[in-house]
């Protein structure tokens, strides 16, 4: 197998989905993966490679399963052997290939079975549980091993309770407050879903415009424009001194272009906090078949200063997914939904919230060409871009407000 690679994918079959372990080509100049077959294994829900590659290793419901990697990148199925416990979580094996290493999250147990010269699984050498309690309730009455491994030496080997069940499911830090908090799920279970809509005169450009962020939404239609030359694109702000794109970044300067939309809310009269995913639902048009669009929240403070906390960013030809590209046709109005990164910010009493839309971010993105062939074209033109809001196209950003 020389030259080739191949990538084995292992997937719980109890659902009738898969039959265990699919097996694809991959194609490392394209970056595809083609899958070529599958090969039944009861719920293989970990795989490894022996380190010197020519056998293949898969937790099962029998307990271990080891398969032979023919020259052409396939496998042929050698043996299976029983853990004689609860079903492993984890597999290893030793720079020799002569044990390998299996890991039970469920029993806590690290299981140690040999292997043959052919690279079959033999018999159980060792068998160690772990000692211990978890917190929840429903499972406390063991430990949880989830990952086995040989020190570089060889000397000694490491069973890893990371105690993952022993933490809230959910930990997350609410800037603003300056708290760590924890809940039960994402989104935050008690937060409720609220839109916030754009809105204008038709003059939203720069921070100095009359862009507005409203609870309501605008019954009036309007749209407010821009052009976009990726000769000239906006800035991404870098923190430089610890080499960071996502960071809380005063915005204040790169607002006063042209070229960037801005919608601002009324000062808010008590603390808001906002805690989740956002969606920005965009109603544009363009005079060029595809461009992007970049959309910021920033939490603009009393003295002006427009911090960014999230941001999210969408090629217009993959509005319908990223399978394939539909251009834009010249004054055709479509709707883009951009999810912004994560976020949870208590915006203080006094601040105002601000929602930014442009269609470039250098530092972070090549700049779009406004062309079909994207970044990588030779040539550029200036897109005419509109963000429409109110009525029928009622651009706005959902949030989500934490108690």
Known sequence: MKGKYMAYVGSYSYTGKAKGITVFDVDVEAGTFKERCEVEVDNSSYVIASSDGKTLYSIADEGVVSFRILENGSLARLNSASIRGMRGCHLCTDKEDKYVFVSGYHDGKTT??????????????????DKGYGSVAERNFRPHVTCTRR?????????????IDQTAPVEYYTLGQEVWKTAENWPVPETRVTHLYLDSDGHANTSAGDGRLTFAKPEREDCDGYAYDPENPSQHIIDMSENEIEVPEDYTREELRQDLLC????????DLVLTGDMTAEL?????APDTDFVVRVTDVDENGRSIKLADGLLS??????????????????????IRTTKLSNCFRKG????????????????PNSNTREGFASARTV????RVYHGGLHASRLTVRVEP
Do not use: W
């Open 112 to 129: 140690v079975l040999s292997l043959n010269p052919d690279g079959s699984v033999g018999n159980i050498v060792d068998g160690v549980f």
């Open 151 to 163: 020190t570089p030496d060889g000397r000694f080997v490491m069973s890893v309770d990371n105690g």
């Open 263 to 270: 919608y601002t809310s009324p000062v808010l009269k008590e």
């Open 283 to 287: 109603y544009i048009s363009s005079d």
């Open 316 to 337: 217009a030809r993959y509005r319908n997914g990223f399978a394939r590209s539909e251009f834009l046709q010249e004054g055709e109005i479509v709707c883009l939904k």
């Open 351 to 366: 601040h105002r919230i601000r929602v930014t839309v442009t269609s470039s971010a250098k530092n972070f993105i090549f």
């Open 382 to 385: 200036v897109a005419h871009n």
